[in-house]
Structures are given as C-alpha cells and as structure tokens.
C-alpha cells in the first residue's frame, strides 16, 4: 500500500508545481513595466480590470478610455459633469487605504503627494504621477500608455484640436484677435491670478482658443503658474474678459468692494463666473464642458 501511495504522493506534487509555474507564466505574460514620472519602472497589468483612482484629476481621462473602474475618489461628486459619469461606481476617501484594500484593485491611480503610497503598493500596483509635469494632452496620453490604449487617447487629443480650432476662429472673428482674458480666483482670504496651465479654464482659453492674457498676468504667472495679489493690483491684473471660479451658492470675497465694482471689465459686464466644481478639473469630460460653457459666454458678448 505505501508502495503505491509514494508515487501517487509525486506525481500529486508534480502535477501541483506544473499548475503553478504555469500560473505564473501567465500572471508575467498579462503585465508589463511602466515608467513613472519619477523615472521609476513599476509592473503593471496590460489590461487592468479592476482600477481604483484616487487622483481626481485622472479619473475623467480613465473613463473616457473605457477603463474598467471599481472605485473613484470622493471629490468627483463635487463636479456636476463626473458624478454623472461616475454615478455607478463606489466612491472612497483617497485617505482611508481600508477603503481601496476592499475593492481588490489590480491597479491604483494617485498624485505622487499621496501620503499613503506604500500602503498602497502593498494592496495593487500604484502609478502616482505629478501633476506639474504634463500639460492635459500629454496627460491624456500617458494614461492611454497606462491602460493600452494609446490609440484612444490620441484620437481624443487630435479631435478636441480640430474641434478648438474652429472655435478660436469663431471667437476672435466675434471679439477680436488682441482681446485679452485673466482668470481671477479666491482662495482661503487670499487673492490670484492664474497662469496659462492651472486649470479653471486656463488650458482651454490659452492653448485651446488661442486667446492672449493680459501682459502683467503672464509676467507674474511665469515662474510659479500662478500669483498672489493684493486687492490694489486686481485691477491691473484684469483683461478686456475676466473669468472668476466659485462654488455654487457663493460669491466672490472682493465682490462687493468699489475695486473690483471699478475694474473696467466689470463695468462692462465682462466679468464671467463659472463652476469651480467642474473648472478646476482638466480631464476629457470637463474640458468639454468648460469649451462649450466658455465659448457661449464670450461669443455672448461683445
């Protein structure tokens, strides 16, 4: 009898490790190595099914390429345009790893600033990108490389051109090709001027339409993106058009100073607000909304 249970106990523990050596042929051939903005390279699925985003930012441009997303920072609910897209899918505090770990993700898409990153590592492979580093076109293209699906993410970028395009010639036919826009913003008591990449509008008046900002914004926006001022220099700081983002139900904190009622973009009715909710977002989904909400309220003026 112990005869013949020796070979049956072999063959058992062959079979066994031929099982899991192929199993871990196929888990090496369904990943590849991807390079992050740090110049790390991490392993990550070539086809990811179960993505988790904590990076708000990146979650618009994942959708849009049909990644299969399980779960989605929190923050997408406070812009009217991803709470539709991301109605279906669970929502997690990007603080609270328990949270994420319960998803089962095969790969988790953050900001290099998370504080959680190893903990994260521990649960999926973790790509976390710095947001200064690429302009939202090569943004989009970098997640297309990420998911596989470069071809979508270039598809997009060469249709919103086509598309912008058209529109600048539209905009400055309507206001002419010297009219310039600033991007005024307040933030905890504080007051700034926004550069040509800092959201809110700035990729789509500046690279998309093609529009000018005011010479004292570009030379104090140069260095950091953006600037603090103070309430005496807002009205150097303001274009022929001055956007302003606020949260709904708010209203600016110098709104109702004789500076800015004085400012002669305000005097002239050039002052457009706009949903901070959704502009401080760049992702696919919001831009096109910020293009078609922006060129209707300038071509709404003259």
């Known amino acids: 009898m112990k005869k013949l249970l020796i070979p049956l106990i072999i063959l058992v523990l062959v079979l066994s490790a031929c ?4 199993s871990d042929k196929s888990d090496k051939k369904d990943m590849k190595t991807y390079k992050q903005d740090d110049g790390k390279k991490i392993k990550v699925p070539k086809h990811p099914k179960r993505v988790v985003v904590l990076g708000t930012t990146y979650a618009g441009g994942l959708k849009q390429l049909d990644t299969h997303i399980v779960g989605v920072a929190n923050l997408v ?3 009217k345009v991803l709470k539709k897209k991301f109605k279906d899918v669970k929502k997690v505090n990007p603080e609270k790893v328990e949270s994420v770990a319960k998803l089962k993700p095969d790969l988790i898409v953050t900001y290099n600033t998370d504080k959680n990153l190893k903990k994260l590592n521990k649960i999926a492979p973790t790509v976390s990108y710095d947001y200064q580093k690429h302009n939202y076109k090569e943004q989009h293209k970098e997640l297309g490389k990420l998911v596989g699906k470069e071809d979508k993410a270039q598809q997009w970028v060469d249709k ?5 395009k058209n529109d600048s010639k539209e905009i400055k036919d309507h206001l002419g090709d010297n009219t310039t826009v600033s991007i005024i913003k307040d933030f905890n008591k504080k007051v700034y001027a926004l550069g040509k990449t800092y959201g809110h509008g700035s990729e789509v008046l ?10 004292k914004v570009e030379q104090e926006t140069k260095k950091n993106d953006l600037a603090q001022i103070s309430d005496e220099e807002i009205p150097d700081m303001t274009g022929d058009y001055v956007i302003t983002p606020v949260a709904q139900n708010s209203k600016l904190s110098f709104e109702d100073k004789d500076f800015w009622k004085n400012t002669k973009a305000v005097k002239k009715g050039h002052n457009i607000k706009v949903d901070e909710g959704i502009y401080w977002l760049n992702d696919p989904y919001s831009l096109e ?5 922006l060129k209707n309220k300038l071509l709404g003026h003259k």
């Open 77 to 79: 609910d406070d812009s």
């Open 160 to 164: 919103w051109e086509q598309r912008t």
């Open 19 to 22: 099982g899991t050596s192929n």
């Open 206 to 215: 500046y690279d998309s339409f093609g529009m000018k900002m005011p010479a």
């Open 289 to 293: 909304y910020e293009r078609k909400d």
